[in-house]
């Protein structure tokens, strides 16, 4: 792609959660739309709105093909490069959707007040105008609203035009991808070249387990035993050196809201590990921002694994043991090795389990753990002091995950009660997430209970 997007700057989340931040909202959102900083000036300032005159010149000129800020499909279209104006603006909508989307799954993951944190009315409305939504990061009075706007709608639209840009990015790297057609290919191929019968023949297996207090799998066996849980599963055969070994195979396609709270816990986390926002190194090699994933469940051995993936491994163009095996052990270590396999230009997460190690990922909730993530609040640094589960069920996983997105998201300066010090905020925000962490447990032991 010709035109180079500025680099994410999630900082400017922390700055327009301010009073202040105009000038600087200004020209990162500017260059971020590629439009001329006068021009979008000339949207936001004060009285100098465009008036209707000039709206009826730009749509005259829209049928033209020139583009303005009432024209926003093409705007999208030629800064990130999308085949058409009409699949720009759907993108675009679709982008808003995948925002709103995204501040719920984390209102509903941190166990926060939807009536306090929930989206405002012109954020949740889908709106196809660049220039309103612009306008809305004004506090001053202006042609469209004619007492300004407060600071909560201020940020929450930044925010929401910050995660658009994401899903844009991504978006277009999935259609250079094309990894839909491909990962049907790729099912097919193990249809005819991995498993044992014919496409989509499974087979039931029954095993039985016993728990531990921290609900980690203490005893797993296909052996019937009195006292033991029960679980039941369709799996497919891979046969090696004569061998039946049973597996269970999941394309989890990862969703757009998936895919941006991970981008966006990793950005918060390294920012200088990425980025030339499209997704290349310097050198043009691809970064792999959202990698599709699948998993297999093998119903053996670690022997058993290594084998089933030296077979697999060959229908790949090339099959690396991801870095992260080390990194992530702490937080989600129920898996046994994860790889990046590539196959016809896309790139994959490949995530082999044993079945005692899958039952984890879904139940096991360890142990109250303390955990600490740094906030800056005005300038001063605060220590927030969590008291979390370090299980390995993926619910509390994806709460440890995206622990240092919490005021990222949900800044003090824009959410705090009248008169609430930070030091309340963080206390508040603190007690609400240890206790969503509870609640998540609480369900799992019931959960367990019922089989």
């Known amino acids: 792609m010709e035109k180079q997007l ?14 202040g931040g105009i000038r600087e909202i200004l020209l990162y959102g500017s260059s971020l739309l590629g439009i001329n900083p006068k021009e979008l000036l000339k949207t936001i300032r004060q009285r100098e709105e465009i008036s209707p005159l000039q709206v ?66 012109e954020v949740a409305i889908a709106d196809p105008s660049l220039v309103r939504m612009l306008a809305y990061l004004n506090p001053r009075p202006n042609e469209l609203l004619k007492q300004g706007s407060s600071l909560r709608l201020r940020y929450e639209i930044w925010r929401e035009l910050l995660l658009i840009d994401l899903y844009l990015r991504n978006s277009l790297r999935g259609m250079d991808e094309h990894p839909i057609s491909k990962l049907s290919e790729l099912q097919q191929r193990f249809n005819t070249e991995l498993f044992e019968g014919k496409a989509g023949e499974g087979n039931l297996l029954e095993y039985f387990f016993k728990t531990s207090s921290d609900g980690s799998v203490s005893k797993i ?61 310097d050198n043009g090699e691809p970064i792999n921002l959202d990698r599709q994933r699948f998993q297999l469940v093998v119903y053996g051995s670690y022997e058993d694994i290594d084998k089933v993936h030296e077979k697999i491994s060959g229908l790949f163009d090339t099959a690396n043991e991801d870095e992260d095996n080390q990194d992530f052990r702490g937080q989600n270590p129920s898996y046994y090795k994860k ?17 005692k190690g899958y039952l984890e990922s879904q139940m096991a909730w360890g142990k109250l753990t303390p955990q600490t993530v740094e906030v800056s609040i005005g300038g001063k640094k605060y220590q927030d002091n969590f008291n979390i589960y370090n299980g390995s069920s993926h ?50 032991k019931k959960n367990l209970n019922k089989n």
């Open 221 to 281: 066996t296909r052996k019937r035993t009195k006292g033991l849980l029960t679980k039941i599963e369709e799996f497919r055969t891979i046969v090696i050196d004569g061998k039946s070994i049973p597996v269970q195979i999941d394309f989890s396609t990862k969703t757009p809201v998936s895919k941006i709270i991970k981008i966006l816990s990793i950005l918060a986390k390294n920012p200088e590990k990425f980025y030339d926002p499209l997704g290349f190194k």
């Open 395 to 444: 619910r509390l996983y994806e709460i440890r995950r995206s622990l240092h997105l919490l005021f990222l998201i949900f800044p003090y300066e824009v959410y705090k009660k009248p008169n609430q010090t930070p030091e309340d905020y963080i206390n508040e925000m603190v007690n609400i997430v240890n206790n969503r962490s509870q609640q998540i447990v609480n369900e799992l």
């Open 6 to 19: 500025p680099k994410i700057k999630l900082d400017f989340l922390r700055q327009s959660s301010g009073i």
């Open 56 to 121: 009826k010149i730009y749509r005259a000129l829209a049928t033209l093909g020139i583009s303005n800020l009432y024209d926003a499909g093409s705007i999208i279209k030629g800064i990130y490069g999308f085949p058409n104006r009409e699949l720009a603006m759907d993108k675009f909508l679709k982008g808003q959707e995948v925002a709103r989307d995204v501040i719920e799954t984390l209102i509903e993951l941190y166990g926060l007040d939807k009536d306090r944190f929930g989206l405002k009315n």
């Open 339 to 355: 790889f990046i396999v590539s196959y016809k230009g896309i790139n994959l997460e490949l995530i082999y389990y044993t079945n």
